[in-house]
């Protein structure tokens, strides 16, 4: 066999194999923004239920509980909690096998988000907050936070991110680049 020969089969292997492979492509959601309330935590919940219709029930029940507990600590660490004040939700499927939730909240407070690890186990079972980011890390495949928009001087918000995993064959399929969530 000819060395030309061997490079057109070889290209039409590579070429069907490469055309086969299922495709990817990012989908993010429409942020959505809330009051720095307490009492709307029922709708952060409620608006991932409907934004994440089509996953798996066990995905959209862990996302509610850590969206939830993400959103409250926004409320309650900065000037999100104060009156006129908003806490943002974003959703992003960046990988084909993992979901990003993003939690930003208004800024002006001296603390990032961390652990405890300043407890023992006696501590934990009467500890009667501080245990959301321990939620986040025990379901979370990995999280962080960052600077919304960074300055020396000035803290303008932090958003707080988490990636949990799901199965690419439970995404449900069809869904468009954006979605918009209203």
């Not at 409620?46 to 029930?57: N, V």
């Amino acid at each position: 066999m000819s060395e030309e020969v061997a490079y057109q089969l070889l290209s039409g292997v590579l070429m069907s194999v490469v055309s086969s492979a299922p495709s990817f492509h990012s989908v993010r959601w429409e942020p959505r923004i809330y009051p720095g309330d307490p009492a709307h935590a029922f709708q952060v919940r409620a608006d991932i239920r409907h934004d994440l219709r089509g996953f798996p029930d066990d995905l959209i029940w862990t996302m509610q509980l850590c969206c939830s507990e993400l959103y409250a600590n926004a409320v309650l660490h900065t000037v999100s909690g104060a009156p006129d004040g908003e806490v943002s939700r974003r959703l992003w499927l960046h990988r084909p096998d993992t979901l990003r939730l993003e939690v930003a909240d208004g800024g002006w407070t001296t603390s990032r988000p961390t652990l405890p690890h300043d407890r023992d186990d006696a501590a934990w079972m009467t500890a009667e907050g501080q245990r959301g980011l321990l939620l986040v890390n025990a379901f979370a495949i990995d999280w962080g936070y960052y600077q919304v928009l960074p300055y020396s001087r000035l803290n303008l918000g932090l958003g707080v991110w988490a990636d949990f995993r799901i199965d690419p064959d439970d995404v449900p399929r069809g869904l468009e680049h954006f979605i918009f969530t209203g």
